[in-house]
């Protein structure tokens, strides 16, 4: 939240100074000015438009400057052919530009990330070819023109008006989007650029979140594009090819994607780059002088500028972060507020053996390999069920069939009653919640933004409330910060809440996304080899948790290697080898099994020796 504060605060410095740099300039030369830091601010207002869609939902687009004409044109035909307002055209274009910008989502989204961005271009030629052709709307090659300003009370706006108008706009808008993004809808953007089935397994809704992203950025691109075509006072099909939007990837990328200031800073630099080498130099040279200019930058600068002042600040505060890198065992100890600040009801007696999971038959095969042979698994609730084998045995695959990341070939899944949800992000919201197996972090987002990712389907915010600001979203947004706190004390990493996940230490690591987990309020908690890499004093600490979430009425299913600490703390274990159950029942039963001791020693019953206890405090 202190990064984003000082974002915005350097926001608005950088826009104040744009807003007094034209009358800085003597009056024969202020028009001038006033017209070229009109431009700038289109610019960066378009520049922040395809950074919601590249830099933060990671939907790389080559259509923003096609958007962009999409709405030009909407409004000057609109003001020109029809008599309307440019009060009235504005949001007409506007919203004609973000229909045509989810239309063209819907149909685009499931394509990978390389397609994607083929199918914008695309778009983007289609368009201009369209405002080429079709001559009796678009005026053709030579275009619409006489396009005037807005008018207040009869009177059109002086430039200076417009000027203040269009500055006034584009900051409301990038308001706006640093709104949206520090909310539970930005954090769904970030998480889902960085780590798609991490965020499914969250509760997000992958397609539909990049749909309200690119949805979101066609608009802002739709206001600059109306904002321009006001300005400039003509539109041409040239507005809509690949060079006009030069500028604008220029702009984000030296800014640094993925930052609320970057597209600004990066606009700023390269429209004051590209000025003072064209007044300097002639006309040959400057498109290859600007061009080594920016490719040197970026080479040097890859985070972009604002991107690589925020890793050197990053380094800076680690070093001076000075806590313990292992967890202490007297951590979770205090189940009441774990209750109170995850949320969970009171724990029900258990007097039913109905299971909150069963699995009937599953069988999975991936090409010629069957990693699953027809496995039957049942969970009852309030317990901890351990899952174990050998490595290759099955007990991934099983679990990714549980939670929807696999699609069984054979048998059913039933969950409280009801068929498995067949979506990830659908099994979340039922509160069956996933900890992977290799860490699932979102490493570039905060520990604190990956704590509230995990309270995304508990957050009531809304799109239009958090881009406002209403009163109600702003609540719900400090209550799951609060909570958010609450939790990362609790596990003693409160003073790391402002770092990036990526930077702490592996132990940390899997105890956040536990953490994470934990904040979605699950029913039923699957962990996958939750103790890998863990010293001794993590694994306690690890195991007085689990218990402690036993004991809150949680169900947990553990998948695990470490034989010590399944035994110690798990009520029930079921055993695979190359895909098929060989055992199942109590850990004393289960240590005892020939099968299971051949599976994992090799050698006879009366030959192996088992010490499979751990003391749990």
């Not at 690119?214 to 600059?224: H, K, M, P, Q, T």
């Not at 604008?248 to 030296?254: A, K, R, S, W």
């Not at 292992?326 to 258990?350: C, N, V, W």
């Not at 699932?440 to 799109?463: D, K, P």
Request: charged share 15%.
């Amino acid at each position: 939240m202190i990064a984003h504060l000082r974002e915005r605060s350097w926001i608005i410095v950088l826009c104040g100074f744009a807003l007094l740099f034209p009358f800085i300039f003597p009056s024969a030369e202020r028009n001038f000015w006033i017209y070229y830091s009109s431009t700038v601010g289109v610019t960066i207002l378009l520049a922040s438009a395809l950074n919601v869609s590249l830099g933060y939902a990671g939907l790389f687009s080559m259509a923003h400057s096609a958007l962009y004409a999409v709405a030009a044109y909407a409004s000057a035909i609109l003001v020109t052919r029809t008599g309307w307002p440019f009060w009235l055209s504005l949001p007409a274009a506007v919203l004609l530009t973000t229909l045509v910008g989810t239309l063209m989502a819907v149909t685009t989204l499931r394509a990978s990330n390389l397609y994607f961005a083929v199918i914008t271009l695309a778009f983007a030629l289609l368009i201009q070819e369209l405002a080429r052709v079709w001559t009796p709307i678009t005026g053709g090659l030579f275009g619409l023109h006489s396009v005037p300003r807005p008018s207040l009370d009869g009177a059109p706006l002086s430039p200076i008006a417009y000027f203040l108008l269009i500055w006034l706009i584009a900051g409301v808008a990038i308001w706006g989007l640093a709104n949206i993004i520090n909310s539970r809808y930005g954090r769904a953007f970030r998480a889902i650029k960085l780590r798609e089935e991490a965020a499914a397994a969250l509760g997000v809704a992958p397609l539909q979140y990049k749909l309200i992203a690119f949805s979101f950025s066609a608009a802002l691109a739709g206001v600059a594009g109306v904002l321009f075509v006001h300005l400039a006072g003509f539109i041409a099909p040239e507005i809509a090819g690949i060079d006009a939007g030069l500028l604008l990837f220029v702009g984000v990328f030296l800014g640094g994607v993925g930052t609320l200031t970057g597209p600004v800073v990066g606009v700023l630099f390269a429209s004051g780059l590209q000025l003072t080498i064209s007044n300097t130099l002639d006309a040959a040279y400057q498109q290859l002088l600007f061009g080594a200019v920016m490719l040197l930058t970026m080479l040097l600068l890859p985070a972009g500028m604002i991107g690589t002042l925020r890793m050197w600040w990053t380094r800076h505060s680690t070093r001076t972060t000075t806590s313990p890198e292992t967890l202490s065992t007297e951590q979770f100890l205090d189940a009441e507020a774990i209750r109170r600040i995850i949320g969970f009801d009171q724990p029900a007696a258990i007097t039913t053996h109905t299971p909150l999971l069963s699995a009937r038959g599953i069988v999975k095969s991936f090409g010629g390999l069957q990693a699953l042979r027809g496995v039957d698994l049942d969970i009852v609730p309030g317990t901890i069920h351990g899952l174990i084998g050998p490595n290759g045995s099955g007990k991934s695959t099983l679990v990714g069939c549980l939670t929807a990341y696999h699609r069984c070939d054979q048998g059913a899944i039933h969950y409280a009653g009801a068929p498995l949800p067949s979506q990830m992000h659908q099994v979340a919201a039922a509160g069956l919640v996933r900890v992977f197996q290799i860490p699932h972090l979102f490493g570039e987002m905060s520990v604190l933004e990956n704590v509230l990712a995990g309270f995304h389907l508990r957050s009531r915010q809304r799109f239009f409330g958090t881009l406002l600001q209403l009163p109600a979203d702003r609540r719900d947004e400090q209550t799951l910060r609060r909570a958010a706190l609450e939790l990362l004390a609790l596990a003693g990493m409160a003073d790391k809440a402002q770092l990036p996940a990526s930077q702490l230490p592996h132990g940390q690591q899997r105890m956040l996304e536990v953490i994470r987990a934990l904040a979605m309020r699950p029913r039923l908690l699957i962990l996958d080899e939750p103790a890998t890499g863990l010293v001794s004093q993590e694994i306690q600490a690890l195991a007085n948790l689990l218990l402690r979430l036993r004991d809150i009425g949680l169900t947990i299913l553990l998948i695990e290697h470490n034989m010590s600490f399944v035994m110690g703390i798990c009520d029930r274990v079921t055993v695979l080898e190359e895909g098929s159950k060989i055992a199942e029942g109590s850990p004393q039963e289960v240590q005892r099994d020939p099968e299971v001791i051949l599976a994992y020693l090799g050698e006879s019953a009366e030959q192996a020796h088992l010490n499979l206890s751990v003391p749990v405090k």
